[in-house]
């Protein structure tokens, strides 16, 4: 199983942009596709973006297409998102997934799951 830990969330101003960092460690670590989801208090997890491990493919949610780009570095085994004009309804907990594929993820048949980051957005 692949261990995620996630780094970079904090407190922004509305239209800054900010980015995150999931390292992931383990044997198996380059078998999975990695997302990002994010949770705000009584809702369920919400998915954001996808990349996988062997290529270039991503998904982005319409909610913040054209916002936040989900990419990695194989060589650090480390995924990214970076968010740009971020908005005071960003505000959530932010979670690194693992999954074996783009759908599982979308779907939350995830493996593997970071602590979180929290990212707070003030207007």
């Known amino acids: 199983q692949v261990q995620l830990i996630e780094s970079g969330g904090g407190l922004v101003q509305a239209g800054d942009s900010l980015k995150l960092s999931c390292a992931a460690s383990?044997?198996?670590?380059?078998?999975?596709?990695m997302g990002w989801f994010r949770q705000t208090p009584g809702q369920g997890r919400e998915f954001l973006a996808a990349i996988r491990w062997s290529g270039d493919s991503t998904s982005h949610a319409d909610s913040v297409k054209g916002r936040f780009t989900i990419s990695r570095d194989n060589a650090k085994a480390t995924v990214y998102l970076q968010m740009n004009d971020l908005k005071p309804e960003d505000t959530a907990v932010y979670y690194c997934?693992?999954?074996?594929?783009?759908?599982?993820?979308?779907?939350?048949?995830?493996?593997?799951w970071g602590q979180g980051t929290q990212v707070t957005v003030t207007s």
């Open positions: 383990g044997r198996t670590a380059s078998r999975y596709t």
């Open positions: 997934a693992a999954a074996l594929s783009a759908h599982m993820l979308t779907i939350g048949r995830v493996d593997s």
